[in-house]
């Protein structure tokens, strides 16, 4: 069987979350007791803590919501580039070695280990001509192991308006810590919610042998 990684950072109240974004936070409305045999939850969270995927309604007003996306963009063959440490931006010339035959989806790690406990004001990000660039050569897919594929402080999103106007979906805050470069199939759909600007995903990879 195939190894499975799961690439999904743990979400609790502890997770970190974009400064101003709603964290995640957990109450019981039942619990198991007498009269009640259930335990049910009631969550409060931004759709863009963890592992998510943005929809294009995040960055264009007049965008699709999360779940009126196509989901083959999330499933399928993938390459993890590893860009460790480069920043502020991630140049084309940082997964120039690994960018031979790319397959539809790139995901790239940029940290050592994810600072999955805080919130990491001097991410990494793709310059925009990177992103023109993995489009060029038939990307559908982008995926960082950061926040955002835009600098945390940018106000105009130039990385952002590249996949609306090249029409690629992204996903972001995955967990590739443990992940080699190489190439797999990736598996991480969003939740079809009919308004949202983003959806949670539970992202894993598996080998291709």
Not at 5 to 29: C, E, K, L, N
Not at 96 to 121: F, S
Not at 154 to 166: A, E, M, N, T
Request: glycine residues 8%; aromatic residues 6%.
């Amino acid at each position: 069987m195939s190894r499975l990684w799961d690439i999904s950072p743990p979400v609790h109240a502890g997770t970190p979350v974009f400064p101003g974004d709603t964290a995640y936070a957990q109450r019981w409305s039942a619990q198991i007791g007498p009269g009640c045999p259930v335990n049910v939850g009631a969550l409060a969270l931004s759709p863009h803590v963890g592992a998510h995927a943005d929809a294009p309604l995040h960055y264009d007003p007049q965008g699709a919501a999360v779940g009126a996306l196509d989901l083959e963009p999330y499933l399928g063959p993938c390459r993890v580039i590893h860009a460790i440490g480069l920043r502020p931006l991630i140049l084309w010339e940082h997964l120039a070695h690994a960018t031979q035959g790319l397959p539809p989806r790139v995901l790239v790690r940029t940290y050592e280990r994810m600072p999955a406990d805080r919130w990491d004001p001097q991410l990494a990000a793709f310059a925009p001509d990177t992103v023109e660039r993995l489009a060029d050569a038939g990307v559908t897919l982008i995926g960082i192991d950061t926040a955002s594929i835009d600098p945390a402080d940018s106000k105009s999103l130039p990385s952002h308006q590249v996949i609306r106007r090249r029409g690629l979906r992204v996903l972001e805050n995955l967990l590739l810590d443990e992940v080699p470069e190489g190439d797999y199939e990736l598996i991480a759909l969003p939740l079809k919610l009919t308004t949202a600007d983003a959806s949670p995903v539970r992202a894993v990879l598996r080998g291709l042998t």
